[in-house]
């Protein structure tokens, strides 16, 4: 089992960057491939990007894909991602994912563990 710990939200202007944090615990972070998903007010959770277990690979929605960077350090047990560009369109609660399957999942269902989330808010 692992558990997710979310850092990094906050308010920013349109335009600005953010870097959001997830630290796991256990010493088997490294096993999982990882994801970030947002929800908005309203609307349903989506999909943000994805890593694997190596970091070798990325995977990105259509709608932050040249904005936002995801990576990770397995011997520092973190995710990251990187948002630039911010739109206020992007303002929701961020949530990090951990997979422990067999492929990259971009769908919430394919996840096993998720953080508590955290707000960020993108003011025009």
């Known amino acids: 089992q692992v558990q997710l710990v979310e850092s990094g939200g906050g308010l920013v202007q349109a335009g600005g960057s953010l870097r959001l944090s997830c630290a796991a615990s256990?010493?088997?972070?490294?096993?999982?491939?990882m994801g970030w998903f947002r929800q908005a007010p309203g609307k349903e959770r989506e999909f943000v990007a994805a890593?694997?277990?190596?970091?070798?690979?990325?995977y990105y929605a259509d709608s932050v894909k040249g904005r936002f960077t995801i990576s990770r350090d397995n011997a520092k047990n973190t995710v990251y991602l990187q948002m630039s560009s911010l739109k206020p369109e992007d303002t929701a609660v961020y949530y990090c994912?951990?997979?422990?399957?067999?492929?990259?999942?971009?769908?919430?269902?394919?996840?096993?563990?998720w953080g508590q989330g955290t707000q960020v808010t993108v003011s025009s």
């Open positions: 994912a951990a997979q422990n399957g067999l492929r990259v999942g971009v769908h919430e269902d394919a996840y096993d563990y």
């Open positions: 256990g010493r088997t972070f490294r096993s999982y491939h």
């Open positions: 890593i694997s277990r190596s970091g070798g690979s990325t």
